[in-house]
């Protein structure tokens, strides 16, 4: 039996003991047989140092030569080559040959739909050469990639600088990269695509050639993600100062691929999903997606890419930062509310789960098995939500001044968190030391909030205290540092100034003991608290709210955010309410809240999409992690109680109010809104069957707008409406040609709300249009499934759970790094009931049983069994 994978520790970080300063790549590409030679100048760094020990996985080494003679003093062991050489500099060139038709792990070299592409972050180089692959190892790039003619496009980083035909009738293009960068920047791209071209000129007036490749035929679903990057490319130079740095930008979209997108310098690689759109094809959220993920790989230009990390336990250095750049990037751009919606329903939904479970982590990690399992929501949206912190605390002008010393120092080099902290401190004369703690720290505070008004003095006194669970990977936890925001409202939902002895208090109250009491003067009468506006802190909030406290926020609060934080706690309220109580009474939604809602859904000035989004119950995640141990079918059962009571009461305004609804297939913002609305009105209205809604719902779906058409599926499989099949068989003979369509149309199904779903998803394996090796298909069906049919997948006789890890297993073989991003759902098997938890642990022993369990999944499945 081969050795258990070992994990890696933050602590045991050395500098290279040689370094690799720069590199000429030829790739002589063959489906089965690619030859890479590498040219490297090599740098002894560590005089003490004896052997050169480069990485390198599943490739076939042809040959070494040092400064130009044959080299055999070497020694290959596991997953290294070990070279021993004297000197201090030299000249070493190494040929290896790879497979890329064979490689389905979609990291190194690999064809996708027939195009060569590369994926090397994180550890994906040595896939494709032997080399010390680290990101603290910096080198300038020149490659050629030689290929057959019918390959008629030839990509690299940087610049080309040459191009031709060889005597064997093949073609060439070589490529320099002026940028020193990490291996895991590197990308090569051939293959046959359409072109979209355009141009930028940057504030100091160069001028930028952009490039978008697309797979032949999709040239009209393109102009989206170009125009997405111009705005990227200004919005940088006017928030930031940053401008592009070389003469030409590509993209590329690629139907195999891993994740959303990767950042590679000046060749980005996408995701097509994350790439293609128009109006016939992409709805309104994907729209937004693309725009914001083009943004973030435009973003790690700077953040990540001319300033990068010393080691991947830094990770977080560069995601967490341009993260919080894509989301500022998208508020700046649209509405700053829903955007900060959505950022804190991912941490709610995912981020708060994934702390409570087996794989918590801090937002730097100190342990890694298999560093492809910590592209995590906590080291992405946690640690984005801690550089909000930083700039909630130093303000918007501190902020930047750190983040232009962070480039004055570090621009060139591969650096640390604790580097980019001290920068913002230094720049600011803030002291972030206790805070320092967020890098290093897991788990979620919790934070309980007490009020008391002396009505004698005119006085309200608020005490906050921080407190901090114990997660799985660390029991005993401090103080942290909490940018806590306030506001405070008087009975008519007017604002209250806040301030002590004569002097303003800063609404941002900054909490560092265990405990502390904030005092306000002069307040009249008892206020409402608006508590952690914004979402100033990633913590959760105990407050005893009563509902008139809530429905005042509601109806009045200044922020967007704060007004849908009020109602989805008192959704939540209810909902724990409806689920302790015996009695059936209880069990419903209070009158004056669904006064409310009707108040909000006949409201004239509100955005419309806000008010869809006001108007949705709170996910089922979100719910079970208001729970030690989650009530599955409670909660499933409330929230369809809930609705039905909403969809009844609110009916006769649903259908007036969808009917005033007038976008006209426009993009704009009011147009996007209005569809959202619609589609919250039709959601409701599909759960209550009359020939009016059907026809409703059946022009719905005839529309020729895919959100329109998608919010009708989704509405009528949501509520098992007897249209849904009918409805679904059309969509799929009027898509059956379009992959990106008919992802949806996988999902759609996977969500059915019918009891033979698991045997309908078995059979959709058979499809012509899935395909096990690629991740969209897979997710599409099967992650679908697991994080949006709550009710069968957590069915009692175990068949949701084993559906899941049958498809892990089959996984584990072809893409070990999509399987241990699908095991997610099973992960949180702690909080079930006793039934659920031993179905699940079935699961999870067949997994851990495995025969060549890889290192990706042994991770997770052991700390999940921990
Ligand atoms: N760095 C990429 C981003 O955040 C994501 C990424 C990491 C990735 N590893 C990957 C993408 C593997 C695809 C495959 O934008
Ligand atoms: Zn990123």
Known sequence: MSALPQAKYLKDYQPADFTIEDIKLT????????????????KRCNKAALDFILDGVELNLIEIEIDNQLFTEFSQKDELLIIHHDADEYELKIITEINPLENTSLEGLYLSGGAYCTQCEAEGFRKITFFPDRPDVLATYEVKVIADQTVPYLLSNGNKIASGTLENGKHFAVWQDPYKKPCYLFALVAGQFDVLTDSYVTSSGREVKLELFVDIGNLNKSSHAMASLKKAMQWDEEVYGLE???????IVAVDFFNMGAMENKGLNIFNSKCVLANQETATDKDYHMIESIIGHEYFHNWTGNRVTCRDWFQLSLKEGLTVFR????????????????????????????????PMAHPIRPEKVIEMNNFYTVTVYDKGAEVIRMIHTLLGKDNFRQGIDLYFARHDGQAVTCDDFVSAMSDASGINLEQFKHWYSQSGTPNLVVKEEYDSLNQRYHLTINQNHPATADEQEKLNLHIPFAIELLDENGDLLALQHQGKPISSVLNLTGASHTFIFDSIKSAPTPVLLVDFSAPCTLDFQYNDQQLINIVRHATSDFSRWDALQSLFIKHIKHAINSEDTQEQSLPYEILQLLKWIVNHPQLDKQLISELLKLPSFDTIASQFTVIPVDQIITVVQTFE???????????????????????????AVGQRAFKGMCIYYLAKTAT???????????????????????TALVLANHSLATAMLAQFELKWQRDTLVM?????????????????????LYQHPHFDIANPNRVRALVSSFAQFNSQYFHAVDGSGYQLLADLLIQLNKINPQNASRMITPLMSWKKLDTTRQKLVKKQLDRLQQLENLSPDLFEKVTNALK
């Open 27 to 42: 790739f002589e590409l063959e489906p089965t047989h690619t030859r890479v030679t590498a040219i490297s100048k090599v």
């Open 244 to 250: 592009y740095d070389l003469d030409i930008y590509m």
């Open 326 to 357: 894509d989301q500022e990037f998208s508020s700046d751009l649209g509405s700053r509310g829903i955007n900060r919606v959505a950022a804190v329903k991912v941490m709610r939904t995912h981020q708060f789960a994934e702390d409570s479970g």
């Open 644 to 670: 039905l009571q909403i969809s009844i009461a609110l009916q006769a305004d649903f259908i007036s109010l969808y009917r005033q609804q007038n976008d006209g297939g426009q993009l704009t913002a009011l």
């Open 691 to 713: 020939d009016e809604i059907d026809k409703i719902l059946q022009a719905q779906c005839d529309s020729d707008n895919m959100t329109d058409v998608l919010a009708a599926l």
């Open 743 to 763: 992802d949806k149309w996988l999902a759609l199904n996977a969500m059915l709300n019918a009891p033979n779903v698991v045997e309908h998803i078995k059979q």
